[in-house]
């Protein structure tokens, strides 16, 4: 026996005869006698059936049956006392009136009644007949169905019958007689058909009691294994009770319907159930199990250790006893989970800890070495009531112990007991893992939520700058930062602690990863030295993120990568820490920090220049507080930056920083020019890398002031740039000369007129942007501009304002040094309405100083050089104004490649204007035709036409015709609704 379930008390003793049925009724005993005679026995006191015995006899009805009574009920919602003997009667209680007699039910063995539709159906023989109670003595029968063999026992379930014959069980719908079998009976024990109250049948196989639901299914809870075949079955929540040849065995309906209790009376005949007990009749007695009030039910089966019995009754306590039904929940679950942990069962312990609702600090005192911070909820050891009302200290401290703390050496606990390994084990730590985890969501919902009231609190009642300055603060991924002086947060501390230390412990890095990723409330400290220990730096770098610890998570990871590319590292690593990753942390501080991010990204600009200009692009920094940054820190890498990032996006990059990229360069080759020329080394023609992006910055932007870098050049070097540079400046003759008479490079000025005429294409007519060319044709035509006179036309140009672009710089009296073919050239220019300074600047200040050029730097002129420009870019000179240009000795023949395309094209385009020509006249005469035609149109008015506007006839009056021409109105109507559109939109009708 596990544990008393049902008292056994005698009832009736020494009955005169032999006892062939009992029933309760209220607090009576109704027992039928084989002598024919019904025994009320009562209580010496008032009540209920009670189990302290003591019952006497109040009245004997003899001659109640004629025969031995085989079964009797008591119809408790209809008052009535159901018999089965020589045939079923229906009595009235209390005076055992007899009501009806169903005559058809003589020779009856098995019955079952529905109370809820007052529906009775009995076996006789081979046949199952139904009734049913029309109230008061009236009983109708309703239907009567053949089976294939007597019946021995039967049932209603639901809408159907369940019946037992011989060999099988079968159901039998009531409404159509279908029948349809179950599955066969036993061969020892007759069939057994006892019905639950949830409306499932048990139907009886020898020894096995098998579950079915109303239409015959097997379910899946499994099947009651008794001692021996039961002749009877009384359900009794939560237990069955089945009569057995030699004893009453009592076993518990829940999964695997364990043995509860077992009593011995020698000599039972019947078991039934009554009010409040199930009524055992002996021969010549009565006896009542009463069952054992739930409460002390469950200390027994608590304290021999049947806790899943115990919290199985505890679920059916009354509603009314909710706070005695928590309180003895979490006290047998707390005893549960200690039993299942002492003997390995993990996992399962801690699923009894978690309805036990005991503060996760409990059970983490179960594991000593899992170190977590200190805190105000540390208390006494809780002590908790068991079920008989008597303390006990569970075997595992419930409070936080001194060893619970932190610590900076947590090996002074006894590792080499055995013990203390089995607290640490893989499997007690998964199962620590999965209740922590289960307890979490629940934990950080309430502190985040603690956090937003009391951030809300203090900005309603206190100002940020009192709040910020008055509570220690974390900052968590939701951007809050919180005060961990609340017990929810302080609780999620613990847990997000120990929770991060037993993932690391069972190796699940990735976990412990994401949960630091996310919203958690991990103790820095702690969880800093573990990760240092473990050398598990990634985890440590999200620990410092998540908590706004930036500048030791970029410290540690610039350590990392340092480590990385060391060939013998310091630090054991497990993977390999790239520079690439610095970028990547940087990247969410652009908004929130960028002068960290400017600090830590010295670090990795020089070995990802390209990654590092997107991260400063991509978080939009300024650029000019980039620049001035790297200015004072890294000077070595500010063009580097400024090239990429003119790379990526020229717009992004201000004139400002243009100009000191160029100047940068112009230092750079500046002091390289200098080293050369102090050993007579230099060369016009060496290039430098430094030199060539100084030569494609100052040709590809147009930031810088050119003006200023001017200045800087030396007078005896350098021509190409201050080429360009007098280029931007629009000085474009000085430009050209320096490359004809300075370089002595004819393609490199073909080149400028080809950038400067692109360029100026977009602004103006083609004709004016092809005036550079005739600005190169006259300098090959007039090279009296001598090296010297260009040298001291630049420095008065440095040396002075730039004169304004202008038609005015030539028409001045300085202009008179040209020759008259230059003048040629500019009346002609004029009378084409394009202005030199359109492409140049005009002469500047040293022109008047040109009057003694003649004598000084004479030369032939280049004819070869212009008749190449001619026949190169002939589609691009005016060349009405480019033979102007030519001298009188020129040979037509030489022209050639230069007027054959020219006049080629003319007469293409004469061509194409008299095709127009034609085309635009036939579409005039076409046009014109079309007006004839539409003046050809004829309208029709008979005597039957009428007006649309007022729909009266046409006649002889004047009419108008709407532009479809088949619409006539009166032209006073017509007149009419034109002025009336005309007022409604206000305007003057013409």
């Given at each position: 026996m596990v544990h008393s379930a049902y008292d056994s008390v005698e009832l009736v003793n020494s009955c005169p005869a032999k006892i062939e049925a009992v029933e309760s009724y209220g607090s009576s005993l109704l027992v039928a006698c084989a002598d024919g005679s019904l025994r009320i026995y009562g209580p010496r006191s008032s009540g209920e059936l009670k189990r302290e015995g003591g019952y006497s006899l109040e009245r004997s009805v003899n001659g109640f049956s004629r025969r031995p009574m085989l079964a009797m009920e008591v119809l408790g919602s209809r008052e009535l006392l159901l018999s089965l003997s020589e045939s079923i009667s229906f009595h009235k209680l209390p005076s055992l009136e007899t009501l009806a007699v169903i005559t058809k039910a003589k020779g009856a063995n098995a019955y079952s009644w529905d109370d809820?539709?007052?529906?009775?159906?009995?076996?006789?023989?081979?046949?199952?007949?139904?009734?049913?109670?029309?109230?008061?003595?009236?009983?109708?029968?309703?239907?009567?169905?053949?089976?294939?063999?007597?019946?021995?026992?039967?049932?209603?379930?639901?809408?159907?019958i369940c019946f037992g014959i011989r060999r099988e069980y079968m159901i039998l719908n009531a409404s159509n007689g279908a029948l349809s079998e179950i599955f066969p009976s036993g061969r020892i024990a007759p069939p057994l058909v006892v019905s639950l109250p949830s409306g499932e049948l048990l139907l009886g196989k020898d020894n096995i009691g098998v579950l079915v639901d109303q239409n015959g299914k097997l379910l899946q809870e499994g099947r009651i294994c008794w001692s021996e075949a039961p002749a009877a079955v009384v359900i009794q929540k939560p237990y069955a009770t089945a009569l057995l040849p030699r004893h009453i065995e009592i076993r518990s309906l829940r999964v695997p319907y364990p043995l509860i209790q077992t009593v011995v009376l020698r000599d039972v005949c019947r078991i039934h159930q009554g009010n409040n007990a199930i009524i055992v009749s002996l021969s010549n007695s009565v006896y009542g199990l009463f069952p054992v009030p739930l409460g002390a039910q469950i200390v027994q089966l608590t304290a021999s250790g049947n806790f899943e019995e115990a919290l199985a009754l505890c679920k059916l306590l009354p509603p009314e006893d909710s706070s005695l039904r928590a309180s003895k929940e979490q006290s047998i679950h707390i005893r549960y989970a200690h039993?299942?942990?002492?003997?390995?069962?993990?996992?399962?312990?801690?699923?009894?800890?978690?309805?036990?609702?005991?503060?996760?600090?409990?059970?983490?005192?179960?594991?000593?070495?899992?170190?977590?911070?200190?805190?105000?909820?540390?208390?006494?050891?809780?002590?908790?009531?068991?079920?008989?009302?008597?303390?006990?200290?569970?075997?595992?401290?419930?409070?936080?112990?001194?060893?619970?703390?932190?610590?900076?050496?947590?090996?002074?606990?006894?590792?080499?007991?055995?013990?203390?390994?089995k607290k640490m084990s893989h499997n007690t730590l998964m199962a620590l893992v999965k209740f922590l985890q289960k307890k979490r969501n629940n934990i950080i919902g309430k502190a985040a939520a603690e956090g937003t009231d009391e951030v809300i609190s203090d900005v309603v009642?206190?100002?940020?700058?009192?709040?910020?300055?008055?509570?220690?603060?974390?900052?968590?991924?939701?951007?809050?930062?919180?005060?961990?002086?609340?017990?929810a947060r302080e609780m999620a501390a613990i847990l997000d602690t120990a929770l991060l230390q037993a993932l690391l412990l069972t190796g699940q890095t990735a976990a412990a990863l994401d949960l630091l990723k996310g919203l958690n409330y991990c103790d820095v400290k702690i969880c800093e030295e573990i990760l240092r220990n473990g050398n598990q730096y990634l985890c440590l770098l999200e620990l410092y993120k998540c908590n706004s610890l930036h500048r030791e998570a970029l410290k540690l990871l610039h350590q990392l990568v340092?480590?990385?590319?060391?060939?013998?590292?310091?630090?054991e690593l497990t993977q390999k820490f790239k520079p690439e990753m610095i970028i990547e942390y940087l990247k969410p501080l652009c908004g929130v920090d960028p002068m960290i991010v400017l600090e830590f990204s010295m670090l990795v600009l020089e070995s990802c220049p390209t990654q590092t200009i997107e991260l400063f692009l991509s978080g939009n920094i300024p650029a000019d507080l980039v620049n001035s940054y790297l200015k004072q820190h890294a000077p070595n890498m500010q063009a580097t930056y400024l090239e990429l990032m003119l790379s990526m996006n020229e717009s992004s990059i201000s004139g400002n920083l243009q100009n000191e990229m160029v100047q940068i360069y112009l230092s750079d080759v500046l002091d390289w020019y200098a080293d050369l020329a102090a050993h007579n080394k230099w060369d016009e023609k060496t290039y430098t890398p430094t030199r060539k992006k100084l030569l494609s910055a100052l040709e590809g932007i147009s930031g810088y002031t050119p003006e200023v870098l001017l200045k800087r050049l030396p007078t005896t070097a350098f021509f190409e740039e201050r080429a360009l540079l007098l280029g931007k400046m629009n000085q474009h003759e000085l430009a050209l000369s320096i490359y004809i008479h300075k370089l002595h490079v004819p393609e490199l000025a073909l080149s400028y007129c080809d950038r400067v005429y692109e360029s100026m294409l977009n602004q103006q007519p083609a004709k004016a942007s092809g005036n550079i060319y005739l600005t190169l044709l006259q300098i090959y035509l007039n090279p009296r501009r001598t090296t010297k006179d260009i040298e001291k036309?630049?420095?008065?140009?440095?040396?002075?304002?730039?004169?304004?672009?202008?038609?005015?710089?030539?028409?001045?009296?300085?202009?008179?040094?040209?020759?008259?073919?230059?003048?040629?050239?500019?009346?002609?220019v004029e009378d084409t309405r394009i202005s030199p300074s359109g492409t140049d600047s005009g002469k500047s200040d040293g022109d008047g100083e040109d009057d003694d050029g003649d004598v000084d730097g004479v030369s032939n002129i280049m004819l070869d050089e212009v008749l190449d420009v001619l026949s190169q870019r002939w589609d691009r000179v005016n060349g009405a104004q480019a033979l102007k240009l030519l001298p009188k000795e020129t040979k037509l023949q030489n022209l050639i490649p230069f007027l054959g395309p020219l006049l080629r094209r003319t007469s293409e385009a004469h061509r194409n204007f008299a095709v127009i020509r034609r085309l635009r006249e036939s579409e005039n005469l076409q046009a014109k035709d079309e007006l004839y035609k539409q003046r050809k149109a004829v309208v029709k008015v008979t005597g039957d036409s009428m007006c649309s506007l007022c729909n009266k006839k046409i006649g002889t009056s004047v009419f108008a015709v709407y532009p479809n021409g088949t619409t006539l109105v009166h032209f006073v109507c017509f007149r009419d609704s034109q002025n009336m559109k005309a007022t409604g939109k206000g305007r003057r009708i013409r």
């Amino acid at each position: 026996m596990v544990h008393s379930a049902y008292d056994s008390v005698e009832l009736v003793n020494s009955c005169p005869a032999k006892i062939e049925a009992v029933e309760s009724y209220g607090s009576s005993l109704l027992v039928a006698c084989a002598d024919g005679s019904l025994r009320i026995y009562g209580p010496r006191s008032s009540g209920e059936l009670k189990r302290e015995g003591g019952y006497s006899l109040e009245r004997s009805v003899n001659g109640f049956s004629r025969r031995p009574m085989l079964a009797m009920e008591v119809l408790g919602s209809r008052e009535l006392l159901l018999s089965l003997s020589e045939s079923i009667s229906f009595h009235k209680l209390p005076s055992l009136e007899t009501l009806a007699v169903i005559t058809k039910a003589k020779g009856a063995n098995a019955y079952s009644w529905d109370d809820r539709r007052g529906f009775l159906c009995f076996a006789r023989q081979k046949r199952i007949c139904i009734f049913r109670h029309e109230g008061g003595r009236g009983f109708v029968e309703v239907k009567e169905f053949g089976v294939p063999d007597t019946v021995k026992s039967i049932s209603w379930c639901g809408e159907n019958i369940c019946f037992g014959i011989r060999r099988e069980y079968m159901i039998l719908n009531a409404s159509n007689g279908a029948l349809s079998e179950i599955f066969p009976s036993g061969r020892i024990a007759p069939p057994l058909v006892v019905s639950l109250p949830s409306g499932e049948l048990l139907l009886g196989k020898d020894n096995i009691g098998v579950l079915v639901d109303q239409n015959g299914k097997l379910l899946q809870e499994g099947r009651i294994c008794w001692s021996e075949a039961p002749a009877a079955v009384v359900i009794q929540k939560p237990y069955a009770t089945a009569l057995l040849p030699r004893h009453i065995e009592i076993r518990s309906l829940r999964v695997p319907y364990p043995l509860i209790q077992t009593v011995v009376l020698r000599d039972v005949c019947r078991i039934h159930q009554g009010n409040n007990a199930i009524i055992v009749s002996l021969s010549n007695s009565v006896y009542g199990l009463f069952p054992v009030p739930l409460g002390a039910q469950i200390v027994q089966l608590t304290a021999s250790g049947n806790f899943e019995e115990a919290l199985a009754l505890c679920k059916l306590l009354p509603p009314e006893d909710s706070s005695l039904r928590a309180s003895k929940e979490q006290s047998i679950h707390i005893r549960y989970a200690h039993y299942l942990f002492e003997n390995g069962s993990y996992e399962e312990a801690m699923e009894h800890f978690l309805p036990s609702q005991v503060e996760i600090t409990y059970v983490l005192s179960l594991y000593p070495s899992i170190v977590i911070p200190k805190s105000s909820l540390v208390s006494e050891p809780d002590k908790f009531l068991d079920v008989g009302g008597e303390a006990y200290l569970s075997r595992g401290n419930s409070g936080i112990s001194d060893d619970m703390e932190p610590s900076s050496n947590v090996s002074e606990y006894d590792e080499n007991s055995a013990l203390e390994s089995k607290k640490m084990s893989h499997n007690t730590l998964m199962a620590l893992v999965k209740f922590l985890q289960k307890k979490r969501n629940n934990i950080i919902g309430k502190a985040a939520a603690e956090g937003t009231d009391e951030v809300i609190s203090d900005v309603v009642g206190h100002t940020f700058g009192s709040y910020e300055s008055s509570r220690p603060k974390r900052s968590t991924k939701v951007k809050v930062n919180v005060a961990l002086d609340s017990g929810a947060r302080e609780m999620a501390a613990i847990l997000d602690t120990a929770l991060l230390q037993a993932l690391l412990l069972t190796g699940q890095t990735a976990a412990a990863l994401d949960l630091l990723k996310g919203l958690n409330y991990c103790d820095v400290k702690i969880c800093e030295e573990i990760l240092r220990n473990g050398n598990q730096y990634l985890c440590l770098l999200e620990l410092y993120k998540c908590n706004s610890l930036h500048r030791e998570a970029l410290k540690l990871l610039h350590q990392l990568v340092e480590e990385s590319k060391s060939d013998e590292p310091r630090i054991e690593l497990t993977q390999k820490f790239k520079p690439e990753m610095i970028i990547e942390y940087l990247k969410p501080l652009c908004g929130v920090d960028p002068m960290i991010v400017l600090e830590f990204s010295m670090l990795v600009l020089e070995s990802c220049p390209t990654q590092t200009i997107e991260l400063f692009l991509s978080g939009n920094i300024p650029a000019d507080l980039v620049n001035s940054y790297l200015k004072q820190h890294a000077p070595n890498m500010q063009a580097t930056y400024l090239e990429l990032m003119l790379s990526m996006n020229e717009s992004s990059i201000s004139g400002n920083l243009q100009n000191e990229m160029v100047q940068i360069y112009l230092s750079d080759v500046l002091d390289w020019y200098a080293d050369l020329a102090a050993h007579n080394k230099w060369d016009e023609k060496t290039y430098t890398p430094t030199r060539k992006k100084l030569l494609s910055a100052l040709e590809g932007i147009s930031g810088y002031t050119p003006e200023v870098l001017l200045k800087r050049l030396p007078t005896t070097a350098f021509f190409e740039e201050r080429a360009l540079l007098l280029g931007k400046m629009n000085q474009h003759e000085l430009a050209l000369s320096i490359y004809i008479h300075k370089l002595h490079v004819p393609e490199l000025a073909l080149s400028y007129c080809d950038r400067v005429y692109e360029s100026m294409l977009n602004q103006q007519p083609a004709k004016a942007s092809g005036n550079i060319y005739l600005t190169l044709l006259q300098i090959y035509l007039n090279p009296r501009r001598t090296t010297k006179d260009i040298e001291k036309r630049i420095s008065n140009l440095v040396s002075t304002p730039t004169p304004k672009v202008g038609g005015s710089a030539v028409k001045g009296n300085k202009g008179r040094g040209f020759g008259k073919k230059i003048a040629d050239i500019e009346g002609a220019v004029e009378d084409t309405r394009i202005s030199p300074s359109g492409t140049d600047s005009g002469k500047s200040d040293g022109d008047g100083e040109d009057d003694d050029g003649d004598v000084d730097g004479v030369s032939n002129i280049m004819l070869d050089e212009v008749l190449d420009v001619l026949s190169q870019r002939w589609d691009r000179v005016n060349g009405a104004q480019a033979l102007k240009l030519l001298p009188k000795e020129t040979k037509l023949q030489n022209l050639i490649p230069f007027l054959g395309p020219l006049l080629r094209r003319t007469s293409e385009a004469h061509r194409n204007f008299a095709v127009i020509r034609r085309l635009r006249e036939s579409e005039n005469l076409q046009a014109k035709d079309e007006l004839y035609k539409q003046r050809k149109a004829v309208v029709k008015v008979t005597g039957d036409s009428m007006c649309s506007l007022c729909n009266k006839k046409i006649g002889t009056s004047v009419f108008a015709v709407y532009p479809n021409g088949t619409t006539l109105v009166h032209f006073v109507c017509f007149r009419d609704s034109q002025n009336m559109k005309a007022t409604g939109k206000g305007r003057r009708i013409r």
